[in-house]
């Protein structure tokens, strides 16, 4: 009893920003502050006509879905090794990639930006795709994994044996196996890198990504209530990306009729 | 029933071996399977039946040896265009397929239309009495429709050879029991060769043509059923298939002395290791030992001992007979018949045999 | 089966493991060398003295500024550590040992949503919950808790703390529930049967059996705290900076690379020493045996 009592208290500790992140969006006062002033919807009237904040989303987006694809294209490739092949080193390997899952990002961001000023690059939205695509990897990895490993392996040796080759038995066969995986990679990835703050800050180039945008508007404090809206439309844009990511990971979990753990599992 | 030697040779093998990084799993395997033959490969887990099976699949490629199938040499032939196809043991049905699909899956690179392969799709699904599960999904179908959608799948593409890996393994007792019966119909029906992988001894005699009887990646004896049985080729192979009972026994020329029998004449066909002067062990069949009360028929030889033991299976029983003169039992197999020999725990006995029935092996070491 | 130990089969699995480790070596690897590298130079104002030195050693090792900054990170990283795992671990018994195996994962999905949502937006609001006018204080005052705002819970270490715990919540449940998960429910009824009662079988027997849980969620909390940038500066006030806006200071504002390269190499240190101290001292519960 005093344990469901915890537990429902720490479930509003969790979610007490997202719920009042709406409540300051619609809030008609220029302070974020209670009491509450009255409704409005000029919040979300203002935003699209920002030019900045609208190019940011722009670039953003951009690399969103590079990092998106990218990540997932190597996490295909990590996580059928690991699940189809044995060779030396195997685990090292797989071990090594999965690492920007546990280092502080703050030391990725910084070390990739020596690096770039060590080359003399300049810094673009191409940097920070690189950036994120690092850290939504193991992501990608870890999801791919339980797509891969419920596959049976004797699937693509059956379609082989009816006349496939390997190129055209991993497109008739394992992708469509793993599609649901797919998805769900492309998604949490997206909504990652989407997110991204703090590489976004170091590598970005003349064009902020939409964190580094909202970054620079938390000084102003007039800025504040339309940097509430957008939140708002942030979150419920990653919400509904994550319920549909954990849908796709469910229908493919049914398809392959096996159980597996959830997004970091 | 063919004779083997008259059948054009479909699968030959010659020297193969496999090494698994330092392990040998297969070990100089000779043998060569006739056109519409049943084989099985028999073996306990772990022997190497499936590694062989998925040589000839073109799923491994074996480390030495020379393989042939139809005629032509498969060394650098992929699978997918070997003349063989595959019952897988997790029968490997594509989940996102249906009925229909996952049976015509292998026609893709087929010349004929659409039309000519949903009739061909649709004889295959009759032919393993599936006829009208085309549209099901395949995720909903039990065990044995499972199999029959594997054979279907793999018998529409008309392989040279159809490969089975323990097809049978996934199913309960009298399931497995009428697909037995119902394999074998399949394979006089289409007449094309099946190579079985079981390690159920029963299984193998009840369906094959031949058997292959594989221990540690050797083929120990090759033979048709009754063969084997009658004649197996060592004490394992013997151990392996069936019970034998054995006792000590002496060999002078061809004749033996064995504890608690006597002496024997033996054939030379009856010592698959050769007769050799000295220490050997008889083996026999529990049923080729039965339990009489008069004087035997002719050509019958006549022991006695008593019972130590009665084992009572319904519609036969089984005892442990120590004849005069021997110290280990030997297994007695007799019909519960109305009227007929039975015996009690401690009963003397006379036991009736055959020199014919005699095995001769090699001392024990 | 395992897979094949052909040479094919091993130089296929290679070839396919090749681009992410590539990848992951380029970005990480050759990065993070670099930067151990730069940490050995000098920034001479606009150029930059390629001598090898330890001067941006020896200044952190002086400087009382610096160390002030490093110990005040290990400290807050720990207490958000400490906050988290303690209020996370009741959170995953209960969805381990209280929820019906069919809603688990809706579970686990409602404990992830809000660490998948903007996380400068989240960390902002705890700045307008924790605010002196703000939604803690304001409700407080409306229920008569207090009669005057409480000023002491924004812009200090406290705050960092919360907002932290907050930031990492699923980060410390999911390793701890993924191992209460594993424990035989069958040890836990062997305990009560041997005369435990139901909370001394839990001090004897689940605890110390999800030991290697807890290490888990411990170190996947307290290794990226350390590094974290936006909490410090938008709740934690000038006593709640950490090294990483140190590191950033250097980087962006003071343009001393060699030196916020130091910094980052003192920080990896630090974490990966605490680290190995930690999970060496828990080393005889974490060779569970199986
Ligand atoms: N791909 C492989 N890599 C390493 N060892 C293998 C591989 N496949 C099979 N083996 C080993 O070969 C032996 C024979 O296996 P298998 O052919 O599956 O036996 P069976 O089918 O008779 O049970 C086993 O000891 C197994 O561990
Ligand atoms: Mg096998």
């Given at each position: 009893m005093i344990l469901r009592v915890y537990v429902l208290a720490y479930m509003v500790f969790l979610y007490a920003p997202i719920v009042l992140l709406p409540l300051f969006a619609f809030n008609d006062g220029t302070v974020i502050a209670f009491p509450l002033q009255g409704f409005t919807t000029r919040w979300f009237a203002e935003l699209p006509q920002t030019p900045a904040l609208v190019q940011s989303v722009r670039t953003s987006a951009i690399i969103a879905v590079s990092a998106a694809l990218l990540s997932t294209i190597l996490g295909i490739c990590a996580a059928r090794a690991s699940a189809r092949y044995d060779f030396s080193g195997k685990r090292a390997v797989l071990g090594f990639v999965m690492l920007p899952l546990v280092l502080p990002e703050i030391i990725i961001a910084v070390s990739l930006l020596v690096v770039v000023l060590a080359l003399g690059l300049q810094l673009t939205a191409f940097t920070v795709i690189l950036g994120h695509t690092l850290i939504c990897m193991p992501f990608s990895i870890a999801i791919l994994n339980g797509s891969f490993s419920a596959l049976d392996r004797s699937l693509e040796e059956a379609a082989v044996d009816l006349g496939e080759t390997r190129a055209s038995s991993f497109r008739r066969v394992t992708l469509p196996l793993i599609a649901p995986g797919i998805v769900a990679s492309l998604l949490i990835a997206f909504t990652i890198s989407l997110d991204e703050f703090i590489i976004a800050f170091f590598l970005t180039g003349t064009n902020p990504t939409l964190p580094v945008y909202l970054w620079g508007q938390l000084r102003f404090p007039a800025k504040l209530p339309v940097v509430m809206a957008l939140g708002t439309i942030l979150v419920l844009s990653s919400v509904l990306l994550l319920c549909l990511a954990e849908w796709a990971r469910r229908r493919g979990v049914a398809r392959t009729g096996r159980m597996d753990g959830g997004f970091l599992g | 029933m063919k004779e083997t030697a008259q059948r054009r040779p479909i699968v030959q093998m010659q020297g193969i071996d496999k090494r698994f990084d330092d392990d040998l799993i297969l070990r100089g395997i000779d043998l060569e399977i006739g056109e519409g033959e049943f084989f099985s490969l028999l073996g306990p887990s772990g022997c190497g039946k499936t590694t062989l099976l998925r040589t000839i699949a073109g799923f491994e490629t074996p480390s030495a040896g020379r393989l042939i199938l139809d005629g032509r040499d498969m060394a650098g032939v992929p699978a997918n265009h070997r003349p063989t196809n595959m019952v897988f043991q997790s029968y490997a049905i594509f989940p996102h397929l249906n009925v229909a699909d996952n049976v015509g899956f292998g026609l893709r690179r087929d010349p004929r239309n659409a039309q000519d392969k949903a009739r061909a799709v649709a004889e295959a699904l009759e032919m393993v009495g599936l006829a009208g599960y085309g549209r099901r999904s395949a995720t909903a179908l039990s065990g044995g429709q499972r199999q029959r959608v594997a054979l279907a799948r793999a018998l529409i593409l008309k392989p040279r050879v159809l490969l089975l890996d323990e097809p049978m393994s996934a199913l309960d007792k009298k399931l497995r029991e009428t697909m037995q019966a119902e394999l074998r119909r399949l394979q006089r029906q289409v007449g094309i060769t099946f190579i079985l992988v079981t390690h159920d001894q029963e299984e193998a005699l009840i369906m094959s043509d031949r058997v292959a009887v594989m221990f540690d990646g050797r083929i120990a004896q090759m033979a048709p059923p009754r063969e084997l049985y009658l004649r197996p080729a060592s004490r394992q192979v013997a151990q392996f298939i069936g019970f034998m009972s054995f006792l000590p026994a002496q060999?002078?020329?061809?004749?033996?002395?064995?504890?608690?029998?006597?002496?024997?004449?033996?054939?030379?066909?009856?010592?698959?290791?050769?007769?050799?002067?000295?220490?050997?062990?008889?083996?026999?069949?529990?049923?080729?030992?039965?339990?009489?009360?008069?004087?035997?028929?002719?050509?019958?030889?006549?022991?006695?001992?008593?019972?130590?033991?009665?084992?009572?299976?319904?519609?036969?029983?089984?005892?442990?007979?120590?004849?005069?003169?021997?110290a280990q039992p030997v297994v007695v197999s007799m019909k519960n018949l109305p009227g007929g020999v039975a015996a009690e725990l401690g009963d003397r006995v006379k036991v009736s045999w055959d020199a014919s029935s005699l095995m001769v092996f090699p001392p024990r070491s | 089966m395992g897979a094949g130990a052909d040479r094919t089969e091993r130089i296929r699995g290679w070839s396919l493991a090749a681009p992410p480790f590539v990848f992951a070596?380029?970005?990480?690897?050759?990065?993070?060398?670099?930067?151990?590298?730069?940490?050995?130079?000098?920034?001479?104002?606009?150029?930059?003295?390629?001598?090898?030195?330890?001067?941006?050693?020896?200044?952190?090792?002086?400087?009382?500024?610096?160390?002030?900054?490093?110990?005040?990170?290990?400290?807050?990283?720990?207490?958000?550590?400490?906050?988290?795992?303690?209020?996370?671990?009741?959170?995953?018994?209960?969805?381990?040992?209280?929820?019906?195996?069919?809603?688990?994962?809706?579970?686990?999905?409602?404990?992830?949503?809000?660490?998948?949502?903007?996380?400068?937006?989240?960390?902002?609001?705890?700045?307008?919950?924790?605010?002196?006018?703000?939604?803690?204080?304001?409700?407080?005052?409306?229920?008569?808790?207090?009669?005057?705002?409480?000023?002491?819970?924004?812009?200090?270490?406290?705050?960092?703390?919360?907002?932290?715990?907050h930031s990492f919540a699923p980060f410390a449940i999911l390793p701890i529930y993924v191992v209460l998960e594993r424990i035989d429910r069958s040890l836990l009824e062997a305990g009560r049967d041997l005369g435990e009662t139901r909370v001394t079988t839990f001090l004897r027997v689940t605890l110390p059996l999800s030991v290697p849980g807890i290490v888990a969620a411990v170190l996947i909390v307290f290794i990226p705290t350390i590094g974290d940038y936006v909490t410090p500066r938008l709740v934690g006030g000038p006593d709640g900076l950490m090294i990483a806006n140190m590191i950033q200071t250097q980087f962006l504002r003071l343009n001393n690379a060699p030196m916020g390269a130091a910094l980052s190499v003192v920080a990896m240190a630090s974490v990966g020493f605490v680290a190995a101290i930690f999970t060496l001292a828990l080393s005889r519960w974490l060779r569970a045996p199986r």
């Open positions: - | 060999v002078s020329g061809a004749e033996v002395d064995v504890a608690g029998l006597g002496r024997a004449g033996v054939e030379p066909g009856q010592a698959p290791g050769g007769l050799h002067d000295g220490q050997a062990d008889i083996g026999i069949r529990p049923e080729m030992l039965s339990l009489v009360e008069d004087a035997p028929r002719p050509g019958q030889r006549l022991s006695e001992g008593v019972v130590t033991e009665v084992e009572y299976y319904g519609d036969m029983s089984y005892y442990d007979i120590v004849l005069d003169g021997a | 070596l380029s970005l990480l690897a050759i990065p993070i060398c670099t930067i151990m590298l730069f940490s050995f130079w000098t920034q001479d104002f606009l150029t930059l003295d390629r001598n090898l030195t330890l001067a941006n050693y020896a200044e952190i090792a002086t400087d009382p500024l610096y160390r002030q900054l490093l110990v005040r990170s290990i400290l807050i990283a720990a207490g958000v550590t400490l906050a988290t795992v303690l209020l996370a671990y009741p959170v995953a018994y209960f969805v381990s040992f209280h929820v019906p195996q069919e809603r688990k994962s809706l579970w686990l999905f409602l404990i992830t949503i809000p660490f998948w949502t903007s996380y400068l937006i989240r960390v902002f609001l705890w700045k307008v919950i924790l605010g002196f006018n703000g939604v803690l204080n304001s409700a407080l005052l409306g229920l008569g808790v207090i009669d005057e705002p409480l000023g002491w819970v924004l812009y200090n270490p406290t705050a960092v703390v919360i907002t932290l715990a």
